[in-house]
């Protein structure tokens, strides 16, 4: 009998110790956490809906030999979208606009909907980001051209409607030009590059003094005339060097965007 009350005492002593009786702990082992989330490693990045205005450089268009026109088959609105998967981009570039024409409305047999557009100030726009290409018309192409002072002015008009909107402007700066003869007969000359250097000086100082983002995408690689479809339109190949400072600018101005919402 006292042999079996020892053995009583001895299992009641671990039971107490293990918290055995009372709902303490099980035997069983603690289960692994789980591994975080992938979402909760990685966050999501944002939309950023933009909109692109430009001339035909950067709708994409250019002339073949045949003195047709073609558009690039990856413009740069297809480009940035696809570097940029979380850009939602509404492409308003249309072939043949100057800086003058965007800022006071136009029309011309490029627009898609053949819709006259109308004041910059008064379209309604919904993108955070509101990228301007356009400006080599003005002082390379019209007749007579504007001069570059004349043309930063207009561009600091678009710009200040931009930023009252509450959005993040990009200006792309200028594609390089070569000098001759476009298949449609229209010549490029010494003076139209003079005219487009100058005004692509003016843009680097203006952008720098007014803390706009500046894309400079005169600045890619360029190969003359070899990059060149007709002496003012880039081949894909220079588009996309192009773009390419674009995409990383609109990149910066989405993440402004983003912390300014």
């Not at 692109?52 to 950067?58: E, F, K, N």
């Not at 940029?84 to 011309?108: A, K, T």
Request: a neutral charge.
């Amino acid at each position: 009998m006292r042999k079996l009350l020892l053995c009583a005492a001895a299992v009641s002593i671990l039971l107490t110790g293990c918290g055995g009786g009372g709902g303490g702990a099980s035997d069983a082992p603690t289960p692994a956490p789980s591994p975080p989330s992938q979402a909760t490693t990685q966050p999501r990045t944002q939309p950023c809906p933009a909109t692109i205005y430009g001339d035909s450089i950067a709708y994409g268009h250019f002339y073949n030999e045949k003195k047709e026109l073609q558009r690039l088959e990856r413009p740069p609105a297809a480009q940035l979208s696809e570097t940029l998967p979380h850009l939602q981009l509404v492409d308003r570039s249309v072939s043949g606009v100057s800086l003058r024409q965007l800022r006071d409305g136009y029309n011309n047999p490029f627009v898609p909907d053949g819709k006259p557009r109308g004041r910059f100030d008064a379209e309604a726009r919904t993108g955070k980001v509101v990228i301007i290409e356009n400006g080599i018309i003005d002082v390379a192409i019209e007749n007579p051209p504007a001069s570059a002072a004349d043309t930063v002015a207009i561009l600091a008009e678009l710009v200040a409607v931009v930023r009252r909107e509450g959005r993040v402007p990009v200006v792309t700066g200028l594609a390089q030009m070569a000098e001759g003869k476009r298949p449609d007969n229209v010549s490029v000359t010494p003076e139209d590059i003079r005219r487009r250097n100058e005004l692509y000086t003016a843009l680097v100082r203006w952008t720098a003094a007014n803390d706009v983002i500046f894309a400079d995408m005169g600045s890619a690689a360029f190969d003359g005339s070899s990059d060149l479809a007709d002496g003012i339109h880039p081949k894909q190949a220079y588009s996309n060097r192009m773009y390419t400072k674009v995409a990383e600018a609109v990149a910066k101005a989405c993440a402004a965007g983003a912390s300014n919402a």
